[in-house]
């Protein structure tokens, strides 16, 4: 049995109180929350939106508010170049976004290709909280959010583009990750009382097929939250990671008892198993557990993610593979 279990609370295997709970829950124990909240954010940006996270918590919001106006943070920043508006756009000039949520029972909201819209993230929130369903992708996404309420931001940005048409003198259409396209924020947090929540948002990949969508949106690829287990986001080469459904493969993985760290490393070690080719690509996995427990994996060296704890907000960089 992995040495963490000790910190778990066991329950018996007979009785009205085991009865009661699933059987995974008898077999794995129940964690105990953390005596204070925890928030992850992938990369360097990542400081910005756990400082807004944790201020919202401070204020009494709950951890799924947390999660979304700490991501909405880094949207809202014209000059990042790799989530919101400030993105570089697909090989045809568009710059589309996509952004999910998650909370703590298992409800989801997503928005995939969506254009003109400063915070998808809220979009799929409200995609959660508003409808019966978890997806809204392109030109539907982007009318239901017109009908309830977004305000459309028309922007561009002269630089953004004039980059991307030198990048088409050229047409070196290279879907994979460098040190320009690689930043995706995810969010995780979990408040004093265990209630877990998670976020991702990201103009994906710079350059990218006009219509593509990577892992971010998907909820179990980009991020899965499982409020009794924990929580997982990625970032990266979103392929790799949705063919092996990576932000759930972490979570389960955590379900076994194998340790945040080592589940995001496991999750990385599949995909190296399953491909040849990886020189020119980066993933990275960020995992929370209920009890507070994180850790984080990556593919290769470079990948930092924020931590806030009561030990207040810093930057670490992950493992990483040799
Ligand atoms: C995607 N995972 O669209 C994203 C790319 C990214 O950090 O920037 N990840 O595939």
Known sequence: MPLDRRRFLRLGSTGALAAAVPSWTRAAGILVPPASPVVLSTWDHGLAANRKAWQ????????????VEGVAVVENDLGNRTVGQGGRPDRDGHVTLDACVQDHDGRAGSVAFVEHFPNPVRIARAVMERTPHVMLVGEGAERWARENGFAERRITL?????????????????????????????????????????SCTTSGMAYKVHGRVGDSPIIGAGLFVDGEVGAACATGTGELVIRIAGSHTVVEM?????????????????????????????????????????????????????????????????????
């Open 254 to 322: 955590m379900r076994q008892g194998v340790e945040p760290t080592e589940a995001c490393r496991q999750a990385v070690e599949r995909i190296v198993r399953r491909h040849r080719d990886l020189d020119r690509h980066q993933v990275g996995f960020l995992a929370l557990r209920a009890d507070g427990a994180f850790g984080a994996f990556s593919l290769r060296q470079g990948f930092t993610f924020a931590v806030s704890d009561a030990a207040g907000h810093r930057l670490l960089a992950s493992e990483h593979m040799g």
């Open 56 to 67: 919202v918590l401070s204020d009494g919001g709950n951890v799924l508010d947390a999660v």
């Open 158 to 198: 002269p630089g953004v583009q004039a980059e991307w048409k030198e990048w088409t003198v050229q047409k070196a259409y290279q879907p994979v990750v460098n040190i320009e396209n690689h930043d995706t924020i995810g969010q995780l947090a979990v408040d004093a009382r265990g209630r877990l929540a998670g």
